[in-house]
């Protein structure tokens, strides 16, 4: 198992950018897939980008072009790199893991991520 631990949320103007990450710690890091997972008030969460082993990732519509995805699996890291936030991308941002070289389809949600970090807060004001 892991434990996954976030940081580098906080509150940004329209337009703005941020940079999140989250350190791993416990189990094979290379054997997980990763997942930045966002929750938006009075919404359920979504997967914003799954990043595999080999770094390949997978996101959202909704972020492609403004979000991006990496891990570094000599530091047990990942990273969100957020651009031109919209006060729509305010949310609480979970960085998740579930075991496998290769992620999870995201027609299947957030179902099969088994790990979880305590969550690190986006605002993004207009």
């Known amino acids: 198992q892991v434990q996954l631990a976030e940081s580098g949320g906080g509150s940004v103007e329209s337009g703005g950018s941020l940079r999140l990450s989250c350190v791993a710690s416990?189990?094979?890091?290379?054997?997980?897939?990763m997942a930045w997972i966002r929750q938006a008030p009075g919404k359920e969460r979504e997967v914003v980008v799954s990043i595999d082993s080999n770094s390949g990732t997978n996101s959202a519509d909704s972020v492609k072009g403004r979000f991006a995805g990496s891990r570094d699996n000599a530091k047990n890291t990942i990273a969100l790199e957020m651009n031109t936030l919209k006060p729509e991308d305010t949310a609480m941002y979970y960085c998740?893991?579930?075991?496998?070289?290769?992620?999870?389809?995201?027609?299947?949600?957030?179902?099969?991520?088994?790990?979880w970090g305590q969550g690190t807060q986006v605002t993004v004001s207009s």
């Open positions: 416990g189990d094979a890091f290379n054997e997980y897939c």
């Open positions: 998740a893991a579930v075991r496998g070289f290769s992620c999870p389809p995201r027609t299947l949600g957030i179902g099969p991520y088994r790990y």
